[in-house]
């Protein structure tokens, strides 16, 4: 509200009156909608936040009795808890996995909304599994953080590389005091004028990883800042060079999470049985629609990749945030010398766990149940699974826009 200028005219002054009226009346109003200051998962909370909301919706829908039940379990997941949202639940396979830690036969849930979704992983899965199954290759791992520093010029900003390097094994020392899991694996620094970005770059076990590093590097970083013989004008816990939750390229050539290969080798008569097409048309369709990801400025090429990863991390007690840079990959489809169709897929940012975060609760355990992978020793295996689970969506997704049945398909099953 701007301030009066007394000596503006009473028609003025009295719309400014107006004004401060209806804004106080605002201000009454958006008072009645406050929830309780205490973001806690306590009965009395949740009840007091549900008489702010209790005329808006269906009580039960969000807090039914498996949800009043369970809330104690979902206390380091959530805050503001008023209830739990139900999603159907699907099942894609058998996917027959013949990867370095993910081997036989694969049962995978996937949480979803979309129609004809499962259907069509199911699909590619039932190929894959007909052709022999798919080889599967965790081939590279790390989560980063990377504090920024930023100091008077380049010259103070060489003098701190300079003093940090060699305090590696300092910094070592103190991410590992923090977690029994992570391990510091790598540092690199990357200088931008007169700022310097320290890349930290860790193993983070079985769990997803995302706190574990950012407690760890603040560790680091609050040593920095009371031991740094140099003048630090400023400085972050991270300055958005790792990539986090958002789609980048740099990890095309390196990694963020667990970068995943995975091939397999389709007989032709195998794709014109199953897929009602040709490997010839499989391929050309790839080549048209790699131009048409450049030409839109995508990162990596991959028809769907997003699709099998969102509604498997829901499912799983992923992140779903985290599909932001999973999703960055490549397929590729090319015709052997036998006439046959080889597949493959490139995942350099999955982000998977099978402890921490959502895994232990109720309804994500029991798909990782499912799977078998619950629990420690069962990251890199999901790490596989999930590379065949995409590779299979790839291979239908494909085989149903050559065959001209993508439209028909979700016409079919969304509309039934």
Same mark, same amino acid.
């Given at each position: 509200?701007?301030?009066?200028?007394?000596?503006?005219?009473?028609? +003025?002054?009295? &719309?400014?009156?107006?004004?401060? &009226?209806?804004?106080?009346?605002?201000?009454?109003?958006?008072?009645?909608?406050?929830?309780?200051?205490?973001?806690?998962?306590?009965?009395?909370?949740?009840?007091?936040?549900?008489?702010?909301?209790?005329?808006?919706?269906?009580?039960?829908?969000?807090?039914?009795?498996?949800?009043?039940?369970?809330?104690?379990?979902?206390?380091?997941?959530?805050?503001?808890?008023?209830?739990?949202?139900?999603?159907?639940?699907?099942?894609?396979?058998?996917?027959?996995?013949?990867?370095?830690?993910?081997?036989?036969? %694969?049962?995978?849930?996937?949480? $979803?909304?979309?129609?004809?979704?499962?259907?069509? %992983?199911?699909?590619?899965? &039932?190929?894959?599994?007909?052709?022999?199954?798919?080889?599967?290759? #965790?081939?590279?791992?790390? #989560? $980063?953080? $990377?504090?920024? @520093?930023?100091?008077?010029? #380049?010259?103070?900003?060489?003098?701190? #590389?300079?003093?940090?390097?060699?305090?590696?094994? *300092?910094?070592? *020392?103190?991410?590992?005091? $923090?977690?029994?899991?992570?391990?510091?694996?790598?540092?690199?620094?990357?200088?931008?004028?007169?700022?310097?970005?320290? +890349? @930290?770059?860790?193993?983070?076990?079985?769990?997803?990883? *995302?706190?574990?590093?950012? @407690?760890?590097?603040?560790?680091?970083?609050?040593?920095?800042?009371?031991?740094?013989?140099?003048?630090?004008?400023?400085?972050?816990?991270?300055?958005?060079?790792?990539?986090?939750?958002?789609?980048?390229?740099?990890?095309?050539?390196?990694?963020?999470?667990? &970068?995943?290969?995975?091939?397999?080798?389709?007989?032709?008569?195998?794709?014109?049985?199953?897929?009602?097409?040709?490997?010839?048309?499989?391929?050309?369709?790839?080549?048209?629609?790699?131009?048409?990801?450049?030409?839109?400025?995508?990162?990596?090429?991959?028809?769907?990749?997003?699709?099998?990863?969102?509604?498997? %991390?829901?499912?799983?007690?992923?992140?779903?945030?985290?599909?932001?840079?999973?999703?960055?990959?490549?397929?590729?489809?090319?015709?052997?010398?036998?006439?046959?169709?080889?597949?493959?897929?490139?995942?350099?940012?999955?982000?998977?766990?099978?402890?921490?975060?959502?895994?232990?609760?109720?309804?994500?355990?029991?798909?990782?149940?499912?799977?078998?992978?619950?629990?420690?020793?069962?990251?890199?295996?999901?790490?596989?699974?999930?590379?065949?689970?995409?590779?299979?969506?790839?291979?239908?997704?494909?085989?149903?826009?050559?065959?001209?049945?993508?439209?028909?398909?979700?016409?079919?099953?969304?509309?039934?």
């Amino acid at each position: 509200m701007p301030k009066l200028n007394l000596s503006q005219s009473p028609a +003025v002054r009295a &719309k400014w009156e107006e004004n401060l &009226k209806l804004d106080s009346q605002e201000k009454v109003t958006s008072s009645q909608q406050q929830l309780p200051n205490s973001a806690a998962l306590t009965p009395q909370c949740i009840e007091k936040r549900w008489q702010v909301i209790a005329e808006r919706t269906n009580k039960a829908a969000l807090l039914d009795t498996d949800s009043e039940k369970q809330q104690n379990l979902y206390s380091s997941n959530i805050e503001h808890f008023i209830g739990t949202v139900k999603l159907p639940v699907g099942l894609a396979g058998p996917l027959l996995v013949n990867g370095a830690h993910a081997k036989g036969e %694969y049962l995978v849930p996937l949480a $979803t909304t979309e129609a004809a979704l499962v259907a069509s %992983y199911s699909r590619g899965a &039932k190929l894959i599994t007909e052709a022999g199954g798919v080889t599967a290759l #965790v081939i590279n791992e790390g #989560v $980063t953080r $990377t504090p920024v @520093f930023e100091f008077a010029n #380049v010259t103070k900003a060489g003098e701190f #590389v300079a003093w940090a390097v060699t305090e590696y094994e *300092q910094f070592k *020392q103190l991410a590992h005091s $923090t977690t029994r899991y992570g391990k510091l694996k790598d540092i690199n620094i990357n200088v931008e004028g007169n700022r310097v970005y320290l +890349v @930290f770059e860790y193993l983070t076990g079985d769990a997803s990883g *995302q706190n574990m590093v950012t @407690f760890a590097t603040n560790t680091i970083y609050q040593y920095i800042i009371q031991s740094c013989p140099v003048d630090i004008h400023s400085c972050y816990l991270d300055g958005n060079l790792s990539g986090d939750k958002k789609p980048n390229s740099h990890t095309m050539r390196s990694v963020r999470g667990k &970068k995943v290969v995975a091939d397999i080798t389709i007989p032709a008569a195998l794709i014109e049985k199953r897929l009602h097409t040709q490997v010839a048309k499989m391929v050309e369709f790839g080549q048209m629609t790699t131009t048409g990801s450049l030409l839109s400025g995508g990162i990596g090429v991959n028809a769907h990749y997003a699709n099998a990863l969102a509604a498997l %991390y829901i499912a799983c007690g992923q992140d779903p945030a985290c599909v932001a840079e999973s999703s960055i990959g490549i397929t590729r489809m090319e015709q052997n010398a036998q006439g046959d169709l080889y597949a493959s897929v490139t995942l350099p940012n999955l982000m998977v766990g099978t402890v921490g975060g959502g895994t232990h609760l109720p309804s994500q355990k029991a798909c990782l149940d499912i799977l078998g992978l619950y629990g420690s020793g069962n990251a890199r295996a999901l790490a596989e699974v999930t590379a065949g689970l995409c590779l299979a969506g790839e291979l239908s997704i494909v085989g149903a826009f050559c065959a001209g049945h993508f439209s028909r398909a979700h016409q079919r099953l969304a509309r039934r």
